[in-house]
């Protein structure tokens, strides 16, 4: 993997050697999750003459990103170079509603035209797809970061964002994908020579009170319930709804939503933070296999007996003299 350091404006200066690079790609809207790190000699910085708003890629792929911070460590020698990934760039940003809405209201726009109204505000460096997705958007947005208002947007959808650098242009560019579930044909477990954890965990909350506008007796109140297999649902009497000791609550006070749809998707959301904490981390060298953020993998235990479709939310590359090694991440 050849890792390419440009100017500014995308003017390629050349192939960087490095002693190792680390970067994290994850669904979540944190900065922290989406963010990358290249160590190189301290001699190697002047001569390669990398600075601040730089930025270091390796191109077709979306790792790399601008460089934000340039540490060096003279005991050991080593130069840190890093910055937050395009993802990142995208957390930085507030979905923000126009002058006099309460909403930016994106419902009746196809899926990858939404994504190129979200981003307009990047002086150009992201660009979104002119495909078609065959899909609408759906959603309506306030105050949420932009890489959150699409991870929401695109996952209502079972999509998945696609990001890559095209370095010829200078473009990063922005795609819905639909989420492909490789369960049938991929199921990682101790058979296979993978390194693993595997935890087992019951849900924190099982049962949300949505308070939402109103006051006293007037206020809107909802009720939503999580069942065993991850779903929520409002009837109180479906089957696998937590009772007696198993039935764990927490409030969700919401009182400025705009509507109780509002109320209700931001309640289940919380719920789900709650959910039952049955993960699995594994990793693997990417010469075996590659899969795109947001896809679909079965995984099983067989010492927990643990078995389930997940996806992977999560990924961690480290490129070193060792060679290229990916570990996933899944929820």
């Not at 900065?31 to 730089?54: F, P």
């Not at 705009?258 to 959910?275: H, M, P, Q, T, V």
């Not at 990793?283 to 795109?292: E, W």
């Amino acid at each position: 993997m050849e890792l390419i350091h440009a100017e500014a404006g995308f003017h390629e200066i050349g192939v960087v050697d490095f002693v190792q690079f680390d970067g994290v790609i994850s669904l979540k809207a944190d900065i922290e999750d989406n963010d990358w790190e290249v160590q190189l000699l301290a001699d190697d910085l002047a001569r390669y003459g990398i600075a601040l708003g730089h930025y270091l890629y390796f191109p077709g792929t979306e790792w790399g990103g601008s460089v934000e911070k340039i540490e060096h460590i003279s005991k050991s020698g080593v130069i840190k170079i890093g910055g937050v990934n395009w993802r990142g760039l995208l957390a930085r940003r507030v979905i923000l509603p126009p002058a006099g809405a309460s909403h930016l209201d994106l419902r009746e726009v196809e899926m990858n035209a939404a994504i190129g109204l979200l981003v307009s505000g990047f002086d150009g460096l992201f660009e979104a797809s002119t495909e078609s997705s065959g899909l609408l958007c759906g959603k309506k947005f306030r105050y949420q970061t932009v890489l959150e208002g699409m991870e929401d947007m695109l996952e209502s959808q079972g999509l998945r964002l696609e990001v890559t650098l095209d370095g010829d242009s200078g473009k990063v560019l922005l795609c819905a994908r639909t989420v492909t579930d490789h369960s049938d044909e991929i199921e990682f477990s101790g058979d296979y020579d993978l390194s693993y954890t595997s935890t087992l965990g019951e849900a924190q909350f099982n049962h949300v009170i949505a308070l939402g506008g109103g006051q006293q007796e007037a206020r809107t109140v909802r009720h939503l319930y999580l069942l065993p297999d991850g779903s929520v649902t409002e009837n109180a009497s479906a089957d696998g709804v937590a009772t007696g000791l198993q039935e764990r609550q927490l409030v969700y006070d919401y009182p400025n939503s705009e509507d109780e749809d509002e109320l209700i998707s931001g309640a289940k959301k919380r719920l789900l933070e709650y959910a039952a904490q049955n993960t699995i981390e594994f990793q693997f060298d990417s010469a075996d296999i590659d899969l795109p953020l947001g896809d679909k993998v079965g995984l099983r235990d067989r010492i927990t007996g643990m078995s389930d479709v997940k996806t992977i939310s999560r990924k961690l590359l480290t490129v070193s003299s060792d060679g290229v090694a990916l570990e996933y991440q899944v929820e």
